[in-house]
């Protein structure tokens, strides 16, 4: 009892010592290549490790669970400059950090106008009127009585990569990507609620209306509500976090993120659409020609190459490398994911690994041998609608640079002979 | 079946008791939260720094309009020169109402209405005042925990048992008989949008002359005197002709299509952080305000009202079309796309992110990049 404190600090220091040990030979390990063996062998199998010899936390040191501390650097980013105060503005999704195709919660980018409501769901309440038959109101508890469904979408701000219009600017996936999120969520079909309620014929849009200090609106065409449009109070199996819009938001499968509105409250049925804010001075898409698209409610096909990227360098070496990245489309399943290394002479074709969901995340994979020479990486994705994602000149060419919004262009990464990697565009 | 709305009724209970501390000293905790009211525009705690107005460490004991390196108005420079000094009665009477107690204070708000916030708000600002003699904290915690039930009596005029008791209720005639039939008063309290055709507008009216004052106090701090915007906050007038150029500035004059979506938009959501605050005659009188510095009107006397509303129109309307992405050559033409040999000679990089370099946590330039919007 007495020295035990005394054997457990010599074999700290001890640990501590080989550990510096440990660290000196793992470089050199690496300058001299890989697999050359250690006459002493690596310290980390020969020598007794602390978390193999002491007792770890116990079970409820953390009620609700945390990453590693490890994984700390794998946290939401923003860019500071983009707009005048937090509370109306936007993080990104640590894309380069992230596998397969699920986002974790805590991971989401999050983007709101008026910062994030507070909202007891005992306090919260949906209306549904306008030109319905019965205009109702559902407490969340009525909500949760109606059939429901799990349903995995992404969603993607439709000013994703908007920075990139006039070139490339920001160097991380993270950033040029990062305002997509893809999760499984549980809620009612829109149309049961509008069933409910009794649509009238004359009954051709829909206005959405959040809560918050925003008080955030869109307009809805009806056939779309009537689709796929669902009302989500749980994602991947848990509550919606408040920042995703607690207790209940909008979700409208594939089409652009400002849509899917927050802190749901409102449901207004009525025959022509209401040109809110959101609808004409945002999220209209500016030409070269002086006109503006509007109502440009697809997120079109799209994909990036998530590893290697800026901030997720190759720092292995030369031999087996595996590429890989995220493709998408609004309008249904990735058919086809072609990869190129070579900035777009030669094309071969990704393998899509994990489920192929209509509207949702689809991850690839290039496994490839890197000889250690520059790359430019690419990536296109193909959909079930048999559309190719373009490149950035092509989109610049139908449209010009002041879109802000929809840019799905073909995204280019240079990594150099020590496996850093920059964003680049290319001839 | 039965699990389900006994803890139901419990959480309602838990949560009245949290949310309507009747505490006489006001409550930490409780404060936090009204103090997202002041969030847009002022930071307190460790490290907090002047925004839109001053930072609020160490209020209590400051002399008004004396945090330095901050721009005060004339008028809250004044008061301190006089004499104030912030203390749980001044500032009681500033919250409640900024603008009668210090005339011609550029504060944005309209001021708090309910006692308890003023008294839980307090509360949170001492904790982080080091002048913190005057009153003992209570324990908040044990406070609020130990009478929730008198909470909920003491407070007649809190929202949730009034509306229960006045509601008769009727249920849905739907497939699942679930929600109940929305009230013609709940409607209304909700249903503020307006479409470009009318459809909403409230009765009501507000000269451009009228609308000036109110923009100087409640809007101009952040878009700027005439509508230019202040440091990164929005562009709210110019940038006509702007369309075409590298970096069209987009407003309600240049850009936007509907009149309409001014007057819903600022009813909606204008001040940032104090929204629907305005009444309906402010929000005409703002819209012609905005119409007079976007030069759509050019008389002072000019007087928007829920008659003339829909006669006007916004110079840029024609110039909104339908998506038609998918007749753009890349998408049209349909074709397998090239696998092989598809770019002449070798690839040439064209332009380098590190050329700009204005990622976070480069030292790059910061203003150079597009924008979100």
């Known amino acids: 009892m007495v020295d035990r404190t005394d054997t457990k600090q010599a074999q700290q220091t001890a640990s501590r010592r080989s550990f510096l040990k440990a660290g000196l030979m793992g470089g050199a390990a690496v300058a001299a290549g890989t697999g050359v063996a250690r006459a002493a062998g690596d310290p980390l199998i020969t020598e007794i490790q602390d978390w193999n010899r002491y007792l770890g936390e116990g079970v409820d040191v953390a009620p609700y669970g945390k990453p590693s501390e490890f994984e700390a650097d794998v946290v939401r980013r923003s860019v500071p400059w983009l707009t005048a105060d937090p509370v109306s503005s936007i993080n990104f999704t640590p894309l380069h950090e992230l596998d397969g195709i699920i986002t974790p919660n805590g991971l989401c980018f999050e983007r709101h106008h008026g910062g994030t409501a507070t909202i007891a769901p005992a306090d919260h309440r949906l209306m549904i009127h306008g030109l319905v038959d019965t205009p109702l109101v559902f407490t969340m508890e009525d909500l949760k009585r109606f059939p429901r469904e799990n349903r995995v979408y992404f969603l993607e701000c439709a000013a994703n990569g908007g920075m990139e219009w006039r070139g490339s600017q920001l160097n991380g996936c993270q950033f040029t990507h990062g305002m997509i999120h893809c999760v499984v969520y549980t809620g009612v079909p829109l149309r049961y609620l509008l069933e409910e309620a009794g649509v009238k014929t004359t009954g051709k849009w829909l206005l959405a209306e959040g809560a918050d200090a925003a008080a955030m609106t869109r307009s809805i065409p009806m056939e779309k509500a009537l689709d796929d449009c669902l009302v989500a109070f749980k994602m991947n199996g848990e509550a919606l976090r408040p920042e995703q819009g607690y207790p209940l938001r909008l979700c409208v499968p594939g089409w652009e993120g400002n849509m899917w509105v927050k802190w749901l409250r409102r449901l207004e049925i009525g025959d022509a659409p209401w040109a809110q804010r959101e609808e004409t001075s945002k999220y209209t898409d500016l030409l070269a020609g002086g006109k503006a698209r509007r109502h440009t409610w697809v997120m079109d096909v799209k994909s990036v190459i998530t590893s290697p990227s800026p901030q997720a360098p190759v720092t292995h070496g030369k031999g087996p490398l595996v590429i890989t990245g995220l493709a998408w489309s609004g309008s249904g399943t990735i058919k086809r994911v072609d990869v190129t290394i070579d900035g777009g002479r030669t094309w071969q074709t990704a393998r899509i690994d994990g489920p192929s969901l209509p509207k949702a995340l689809h991850r690839f994979y290039l496994d490839i041998n890197w000889d250690g020479s520059e790359l430019l990486l690419q990536s296109r994705a193909i959909d079930d609608q048999g559309l190719v994602q373009p490149t950035k000149n092509e989109l610049r060419a139908a449209r010009g640079e002041n879109s802000i919004y929809h840019n799905n262009g073909i995204q280019t990464w240079h990594v150099n002979n020590d496996g850093v990697v920059e964003n680049v565009e290319v001839s | ?373």
């Open chain 2, 1 to 373: 079946m039965l699990k389900f709305p006994k803890s139901a009724a419990l959480a309602v209970l838990a949560l009245t008791a949290f949310a309507s501390p009747s505490l006489a000293e006001g409550d930490i905790d409780a404060g936090e939260k009204v103090f997202k009211k002041c969030r847009a525009c002022h930071a307190v705690g460790d490290g907090a720094k002047h925004k839109v107005g001053p930072e609020l460490n160490d209020i209590f004991g400051r002399t008004a309009g004396g945090a330095e390196g901050y721009k005060y108005s004339k008028a809250m420079i004044a008061a301190g020169e006089e004499g104030l000094v912030w203390d749980a009665d001044s500032l009681t009477e500033y919250l409640t109402k900024p603008k009668a107690m210090i005339k011609g204070t550029k504060m944005a708000f309209a001021g708090l209405k309910k006692d308890d916030d003023i008294e839980n708000i307090l509360a949170y600002l001492k904790s982080f005042s080091t002048e913190q003699a005057a009153a003992a904290e209570p324990a908040p915690e044990t406070a609020s925990e130990a009478e929730p039930v008198e909470t909920a009596a003491a407070a007649p005029d809190a929202e949730e048992p009034a509306t229960e008791m006045a509601m008769a209720v009727e249920a849905s005639q739907g497939a699942y008989g679930l929600g109940r039939k929305a009230m013609p008063d709940e409607i209304a309290a909700w249903d503020i949008d307006i479409r470009p055709d009318g459809t909403g507008l409230p009765d009501g009216k507000g000269t451009v002359a009228e609308g000036e004052p109110i923009y100087a106090e409640s809007c101009a701090v952040c878009h700027g005197d005439f509508g230019e915007g202040a440091g990164r906050w929005p562009v709210l007038a110019g940038g006509q002709g702007t369309l075409l150029k590298e970096r069209p500035v987009k407003t309600i004059g240049s850009y936007w299509p509907y009149l309409s979506t001014v007057f819903d938009y600022v009813r909606r959501a204008m001040p940032f952080g104090n929204a629907r605050s305005l009444s309906d005659d402010d929000v005409y009188a703002l819209t012609a305000y905005l119409m007079y510095l976007n030069d759509i009107v050019e008389d002072e006397e000019f007087e928007l009202s829920k008659q003339n509303f829909t006669v006007m129109r916004l110079p840029n309307e024609a110039n909104f079309i339908a998506d038609d992405r998918l007749s753009e050559p890349h998408y049209a033409k349909g074709e397998e796309p090239c696998m092989s040999d598809c770019k002449p000679g070798p690839v040439q990089i064209t332009a380098r992110a590190q050329v700009i370099d204005v990622t976070p946590d480069g030292d790059g330039d910061e203003s150079s990049g597009g924008g979100i919007d």
